[in-house]
C-alpha cells in the first residue's frame, strides 16, 4: 500500500484530497488508478486508508477507508544541528535523518562551511526529501526542516535542546583565564542517561571542523562533547552515528 504524506488540514477533512507534488507522484510515477488503497498521513501522528476515488490532472480524490490511527512521538525529541555540507552529503543526512526519527534538523552556517548561503529552494528540497523518507520507512512524524540559521542563531537555539552532545576528538583545550578548563571526551555511550529526556540534539560540524572560537562557543551554551570513536568521520557520517547511538539507548 502506497504511503502519502498530506498537509494536516487536508487530512483533517471529511473528503480529503491530494495536491501538488504528491499528487503529481501518485499519478505520474506510481500510476495509482480509482479503487487503490492508500494510507495517508499528516506528518503528526496520525494515518488513515482511504481509497483512490478520482484521479485528476492536478489532484487525487479519496475517500476514507478506516477510522484514524494516532501514535505519540517517541521521547526524546531529537534536534539535528548540522552545519552546512556540500549538496549529496547534506541531502543525505537530510534522508538518513528523516529515517531515523529525527523530530527537527536544524541546518547551521559556520566558519568552515563550504557552502555559506543555501537559499529557500534549497530549504524546500531538503524537506521534500525528508518527507519522501517519512513515506518510504513506516514513520508517521514527519522531520521538519528549519530554516538555514546562522551560527549566532544556532547557539540561541540549542540553549533550550538539553542535553546537546557534540562529537569531538581527544582533549578540548578551552581557554579560560582563571580555571584554565581542559574536558577530555568520554564515548557517547557512556553520557546518555538510561531514562530518556524530553528533549536532546546531538550538533555535527562542517567538513572543515569546528573553529577553536566556535567549539568555546558551544561549550559555554552546555553542549556536552563526546567521542565518536577513534576515527574520524565524515559529517554526514557522525550525524548518523550519533542519532543511531541515540536511538539505541533511548528508542
Keep these: 500500500m502506497h504511503r502519502c504524506l498530506i498537509s494536516p488540514e487536508s487530512f483533517a477533512s471529511d473528503i480529503p484530497v491530494i495536491e501538488g507534488d504528491a499528487a503529481h507522484h501518485l499519478r505520474s510515477v506510481l500510476r495509482v488508478k480509482a479503487g487503490e488503497k492508500l494510507l495517508l498521513l499528516d506528518g503528526a501522528g496520525k494515518s488513515r486508508e482511504v481509497e483512490v476515488a478520482e484521479v485528476e490532472r492536478h489532484v487525487i480524490r479519496v475517500t476514507p477507508r478506516g477510522r484514524v490511527l494516532s501514535l505519540p512521538r517517541t521521547k526524546p525529541d531529537i534536534t539535528l544541528f548540522q552545519c552546512v555540507a556540500k549538496a549529496a552529503r547534506m541531502e543525505w543526512a537530510v534522508e538518513k535523518a528523516g529515517e531515523l526519527g529525527v523530530a527537527t534538523f536544524v541546518p547551521v552556517v559556520s566558519t568552515n562551511c563550504v557552502v555559506k548561503s543555501p537559499g529557500a529552494e534549497t530549504q524546500a528540497r531538503w524537506q521534500r526529501i525528508a518527507d519522501s523518507a517519512l513515506e518510504q520507512c513506516n514513520g508517521v512524524w514527519r522531520t521538519e526542516v528549519a530554516p538555514v540559521c546562522s551560527w549566532g542563531e544556532a547557539m540561541e537555539r540549542v540553549r533550550g535542546v538539553q542535553p546537546t552532545f557534540v562529537g569531538a576528538l581527544g582533549e578540548l583545550g578551552i581557554r579560560n583565564e582563571e580555571l584554565g578548563i581542559r574536558r577530555k571526551t568520554l564515548p557517547m555511550r557512556d553520557c546518555l542517561s538510561t531514562i530518556p529526556p524530553e528533549k536532546a540534539g546531538l550538533f555535527v560540524g562542517p567538513e572543515g571542523d569546528f573553529t577553536t572560537e566556535e567549539m568555546e562557543a558551544l561549550m559555554g551554551?552546555?553542549?556536552?562533547?563526546?567521542?565518536?570513536?577513534?576515527?574520524?568521520?565524515?559529517?554526514?557520517?557522525?550525524?548518523?552515528?550519533?542519532i543511531v547511538m541515540m536511538n539505541g539507548m533511548w528508542k
Aim: glycine residues 10%.
Design 221 to 242: 551554551a552546555d553542549v556536552i562533547p563526546v567521542s565518536l570513536g577513534e576515527r574520524i568521520l565524515r559529517t554526514e557520517t557522525a550525524a548518523i552515528f550519533g
